[in-house]
Structure formats: structure tokens, C-alpha cells
């Protein structure tokens, strides 16, 4: 999808269906575990279209002598804040606070 439609495209993609995911996941109803289910694989799914993107990116925008590092930095700088999403929930929840 990246070589055909580009950049632009994969992520549009992405923010569609990482929108809908998270609208699926705050849905509550009979069958929230279903849609929670589903809405967490959507927003998985857009997951694939973001990650692939960064050497491409740097093959548009930046040298050969700095691709390396630039591409690096941005695959670093997305497992960084994939670990502090996972995180930062547990540290600004309590145990007595209820969803």
C-alpha cells in the first residue's frame, strides 16, 4: 500500500482506522467485549501502516549520509512512546478508581 498510494494515503488509512477503533472501544453495550475486541484490532491494524512508513520517509526528505540515523531515530522515537503509552495509564489510575 506504501509503493503504490504513498505516504499520504497509508496514513489516512491509519487515522481512519484508528479512529474508528477507538470509537469501537468506547462504545458500551450488551456486547462491549466484542467491540472492545474488534475496536483493538482495528487500531492494531493502523499500527502496520505507520510503522512501515519511516524508511520511506527518510529516503524522501533527507540525505544518504544521515538516513541511517534519521531512520533510527524515528523507529527508536515510535517504540519509546508505544512503551510510555502502555505505561502511563497504570501510573494515573489508582486501585479504587472505577471506568
Same mark, same amino acid.
Given at each position: 500500500?506504501?509503493?503504490?498510494?504513498? !505516504?499520504?494515503?497509508?496514513?489516512? !488509512?491509519?487515522?481512519?482506522?484508528?479512529?474508528?477503533? !477507538?470509537?469501537?472501544?468506547?462504545?458500551? $453495550?450488551? +456486547?462491549?467485549?466484542?467491540?472492545?475486541?474488534?475496536?483493538?484490532? &482495528?487500531?492494531?491494524?493502523?499500527? &502496520? #501502516?505507520?510503522?512501515?512508513?519511516?524508511?520511506?520517509?527518510?529516503?524522501?526528505? #533527507?540525505? $544518504?549520509?544521515?538516513? =541511517?540515523?534519521?531512520? #533510527?531515530?524515528?523507529? &527508536?522515537?515510535? #517504540?519509546?512512546?508505544?512503551?510510555?503509552?502502555?505505561?502511563?495509564?497504570? &501510573?494515573?489510575? +489508582? $486501585?479504587?478508581? =472505577?471506568?
Amino acid at each position: 500500500m506504501l509503493t503504490k498510494k504513498g !505516504i499520504r494515503v497509508s496514513y489516512y !488509512i491509519a487515522a481512519a482506522l484508528m479512529i474508528v477503533g !477507538i470509537w469501537l472501544r468506547t462504545t458500551l $453495550s450488551a +456486547d462491549g467485549a466484542y467491540l472492545c475486541l474488534l475496536g483493538s484490532f &482495528l487500531c492494531g491494524g493502523s499500527g &502496520l #501502516f505507520v510503522m512501515n512508513s519511516a524508511s520511506k520517509i527518510t529516503m524522501n526528505w #533527507f540525505r $544518504s549520509e544521515v538516513m =541511517t540515523i534519521v531512520t #533510527f531515530g524515528s523507529v &527508536l522515537a515510535t #517504540f519509546v512512546s508505544l512503551a510510555a503509552s502502555l505505561g502511563l495509564p497504570g &501510573l494515573m489510575l +489508582d $486501585s479504587k478508581s =472505577t471506568v
